[in-house]
């Protein structure tokens, strides 16, 4: 038996009775309770009552592909190929395994990531069925010159599908943070593989708290917040959302890089006139935007410093 198939049936958060689950399942009363100890594998804690069946402690929303896809423009879809998967490692590292069909962009969402990657090495927490996890590959022609701003991009693309939500002090983190109030609500993770040569085939991972529950809050090592804290808007319309941002902005990138996007990231640039020091201490100043490559600027007493996104990551203070 599919496990997704049990979660399904119990997902509205319902008392529902080993009866009717067999029924609907084709197998034994027996066969549904052996079934229900596996999702304590996900990390779904399931209540049993007697007289009244089993059901989640919360009801969750699955992600759908039907649902997904019926939210994506028609225009932004063709090309593109999306893929639902119950549990991976990493949404970065499985994406790779997906065979190519001539799809400009492969899209992954995974519903739970057992080895999720943040950037630098660090965890990024993801429970089963709380958060989105995406991960976006695609060809990119050109140099490492190609390459720079990508990361911000990703991140302008994330804000701007939520931007119809009037999230309260939404703002970009340098390189790749997504805030509300102050409160890391998405992460960007960049990995590439190819060389200058040939081009590159890029992986945009998008890590994004949807409906995280606060008991994640002692493995996260700075504030965080999540989607639902702001909007009622489901996982799937919220993945279709980021999936249709996050193509067309990078449409847009591979035509003209990263200067288009420039004025509008600084617009929500959380580190603006703010002072900054490298978290190595080896540098320290007021922000001052980007360049036309991405690169954080920062005025020192020495005059301005350009601080590259995979050489350091900066903090207020």
Not at 192 to 207: C, D, H, K, S
Not at 230 to 236: A, I
Not at 246 to 256: G, H, P, R, T, Y
Request: charged share 20%; net charge negative; aromatic share 6%.
């Amino acid at each position: 038996m599919n496990p997704i198939t049990l979660v399904s049936l119990l997902s509205d958060g319902n008392f529902h009775s080993g009866s009717e689950l067999g029924r609907a399942l084709g197998v034994s009363r027996t066969a549904v309770w052996k079934s229900l100890s596996l999702l304590s594998g996900f990390g779904l804690e399931v209540e049993s009552v007697k007289g009244r069946g089993y059901r989640l402690s919360r009801p969750i929303e699955l992600l759908d592909q039907d649902r997904i896809m019926a939210g994506i423009d028609p225009e932004t879809k063709e090309g593109l190929s999306l893929h639902l998967a119950p549990e991976v490692d990493s949404t970065n590292t499985a994406i790779s395994t997906i065979e190519r069909s001539g799809e400009r962009y492969t899209v992954l969402l995974a519903e739970k990531q057992t080895a999720g990657r943040g950037r630098r090495g660090r965890q990024w927490v993801s429970p089963f069925g709380q958060n989105l996890y995406i991960s976006v590959r695609f060809d990119l022609q050109g140099g490492p010159e190609a390459l720079a701003g990508l990361s911000l991009v990703a991140g302008l693309a994330v804000a701007d599908a939520l931007q119809s939500l009037s999230i309260p002090a939404l703002a970009l983190k340098w390189p790749n943070d997504v805030l509300a109030e102050g409160r890391k609500l998405a992460g960007i993770l960049v990995e590439l593989q190819g060389e200058a040569t040939t081009g590159w085939t890029v992986v945009v991972g998008v890590g994004l708290n949807h409906s995280m529950e606060t008991d994640q809050s002692e493995l996260i090592d700075q504030p965080w917040t999540s989607l639902a804290e702001y909007s009622d808007w489901g996982r799937n319309k919220c993945a279709a959302a980021l999936i249709a941002s996050l193509v067309f902005k990078f449409d847009e990138f591979q035509l003209a890089g990263f200067g288009p996007f420039r004025e509008r990231w600084m617009a929500l640039d959380f580190f603006s006139g703010k002072s900054v020091q490298l978290l190595d201490g080896s540098l320290s100043g007021q922000a001052g935007g980007v360049d036309a490559a991405g690169n954080l600027l920062i005025e020192t007493v020495a005059g301005t410093k350009t601080v590259n996104a995979g050489e350091v990551s900066v903090r207020a203070g």
